[in-house]
């Protein structure tokens, strides 16, 4: 990654903390990071289906919206996966647009879902190219191991605690496993204030076939 990115990261998380319009739209095509929360919100005439792809998750909000008399629900999505926020959106022909989110896999055709709105986070893998990876769920996928190398930079989300070690989720089937020790000023009496669901950027020191260490 370089400085170019990591500038473009951290201006992305100053305009969503300064700015009252939390929409996707002012973050199509740019960086996000896990934690981050946008509204599905946008200049739409009547009903909208959303499906929410890989990274994201819905969370179901109500807010009270300017020039509307009563509550509105609002759905947002939480960013679970360091990625780029892409977005596509299909017209459907001849069907009624009802209010609904549902969750899609990007191994399926945009084009046989029934559903105007599609969106995802796109992953950056470390070799420059852009492909499609797979969130920081607790769900199961297939992971190859060249995914990842030693040395390669790595954002997960802690699951749990294992005897003196973190059991870390970093977007592959098998989980990373992080120790205490392995953070900076760490010892037996002093350790690490770190618990699950926290994020953590860390470097992977040694890739092995459905083993991964922090």
Not at 176 to 181: M, R, T
Request: hydrophobic residues 40%; proline residues 5%; charged residues 20%.
């Amino acid at each position: 990654m370089n400085l170019a990115s990591i500038d473009n990261i951290i201006r992305g998380a100053r305009l969503q903390t300064s700015s009252n319009d939390s929409s996707y739209q002012n973050f199509l095509d740019r960086l996000v990071l896990p934690g981050m929360v946008f509204e599905l919100s946008g200049p739409y005439d009547g009903p909208v289906s959303w499906s929410i792809g890989p990274g994201l998750v819905c969370v179901p909000m109500s807010r009270m919206k300017p020039g509307v008399g009563k509550n509105k629900m609002v759905d947002s999505i939480l960013v679970r996966q360091f990625g780029i926020l892409k977005f596509k959106c299909k017209k459907l022909e001849g069907t009624d647009s009802t209010d609904t989110i549902k969750r899609f896999k990007l191994g399926n055709s945009l084009s046989d879902l029934r559903s105007e709105n599609f969106i995802w986070v796109e992953c950056l893998v470390s070799n420059g190219s852009v492909t499609t990876l797979l969130p920081l769920t607790r769900l199961s996928y297939r992971c190859h191991v060249g995914q990842f190398q030693p040395k390669d930079k790595v954002i997960g989300v802690v699951m749990k605690k294992a005897g003196e070690s973190f059991v870390v989720d970093i977007g592959c089937a098998s989980p990373a496993i992080l120790n205490y020790l392995s953070f900076e000023g760490s010892s037996k009496k002093n350790r690490p204030d770190i618990n699950a669901g926290d994020v953590l950027y860390a470097m992977i020191t040694r890739a092995d076939r459905g083993k991964f260490i922090l």
